[in-house]
């Protein structure tokens, strides 16, 4: 397989995954949008490309990821760039998302930081029944200790 028929491979695999997969600029412009975010986010990339990651942030959350952003763009150090990230989004509805995703901070040819690739899904059912099930375990815990 030659460079043209690879970069068209992954081309077409970033372009059709499932899962959400985008790339926000040193600015935090959001500067790459696949149909996996378009599915998950309600926007399609025409509406995303050239907007604030602040589309899909919750605005009591904004700061705090700025702040982090920043700094990273700043460093170029993350302590993210191998851990499975958790943190809530909004949809085009207003609708939370609990997601998942992992990250990559991409650096220019003098090592400097120009921006960050995330690869997200939609965990909030998973997230609601782990919840479920620890409220249950909790309810059973004192159940039994009241009993003994």
């Known amino acids: 397989m030659d460079n043209q028929e690879k970069t068209a491979l992954i081309n077409e695999i970033m372009r059709t995954a499932p899962d959400a997969i985008l790339y926000a600029d040193a600015e935090g412009l959001i500067r790459l ?66 997601t998942e995703f992992s990250m990559v901070l991409l650096k220019d040819e003098q090592g400097q930081p120009k921006g960050v690739a995330a690869i997200m899904r939609d965990v909030s059912e998973r997230w609601q029944r782990e919840k479920e099930l620890k409220q249950k375990i909790a309810t059973l815990q004192e159940a039994a200790s009241l009993k003994g």
């Open 33 to 98: 949008w696949n149909q996996g975010a378009e599915r998950l986010f309600g926007f399609s990339e025409a509406e995303a490309v050239g907007q604030s990651l602040d589309l899909i942030i919750p605005e009591k959350l904004r700061q705090r990821h700025w702040d982090g952003y920043n700094k990273v763009m700043k460093t170029g150090q993350s302590r993210y760039h191998t851990d499975l990230l958790s943190a809530p989004a909004t949809t085009r509805e207003g609708k939370q998302l609990s």
